[in-house]
């Protein structure tokens, strides 16, 4: 089984800056990627950053310029750092890792979730 402990959200006034971290953790063989969704009240999820082992990275086009997702591959964490923080920013943001087994079958987790609330 694979954790994702995620932390890092909370309140912040508009203009502020988070940094999320989310660390895997049990039985992983690979991890493809790594990256950030976001559901705010009453909106779909949505992508926000995502990187690869390689380091390629991809962004939603709302948070490109003001985000930024980075990784340390031997630690298994990835990190968001969110700047230039805006109210419509506020969601709860949720670590994805998307995991390889040793016969190249692929597994999706997901972290439990950390709220980051933009005040205006």
Same mark, same amino acid.
Do not use: H
């Given at each position: 089984? %694979?954790?994702?402990?995620?932390?890092?959200?909370?309140?912040?006034?508009?203009?502020?800056?988070?940094?999320?971290?989310? /660390?895997?953790?049990?039985?992983?063989?690979?991890?493809?990627?790594?990256?950030?969704?976001?559901?705010?009240?009453?909106?779909?999820?949505?992508?926000?950053?995502?990187?690869?082992?390689?380091?390629?990275?991809?962004? /939603?086009?709302? %948070?490109?310029?003001?985000?930024?997702?980075?990784?340390?591959?031997?630690?298994?964490? %990835?990190?968001?750092?969110?700047?230039?923080?805006?109210?419509?920013?506020? /969601?709860?943001? @949720?670590?994805?890792?998307?995991?390889?087994?040793?016969?190249?079958?692929? @597994?999706? @987790?997901?972290?439990?979730?950390?709220? %980051?609330?933009?005040?205006?």
């Amino acid at each position: 089984q %694979v954790q994702l402990v995620e932390s890092g959200g909370g309140l912040v006034q508009a203009g502020g800056s988070l940094r999320l971290s989310c /660390a895997a953790s049990g039985s992983i063989f690979s991890i493809n990627s790594m990256g950030w969704y976001r559901r705010a009240p009453g909106k779909e999820r949505e992508l926000v950053a995502r990187i690869t082992t390689g380091g390629s990275t991809s962004y /939603a086009d709302s %948070v490109k310029g003001r985000f930024t997702i980075s990784r340390d591959n031997a630690k298994n964490t %990835v990190y968001l750092q969110m700047n230039s923080l805006k109210p419509e920013d506020t /969601a709860v943001y @949720y670590c994805n890792a998307n995991l390889a087994s040793p016969t190249g079958r692929g @597994y999706v @987790y997901w972290g439990q979730g950390t709220q %980051v609330t933009v005040s205006s």
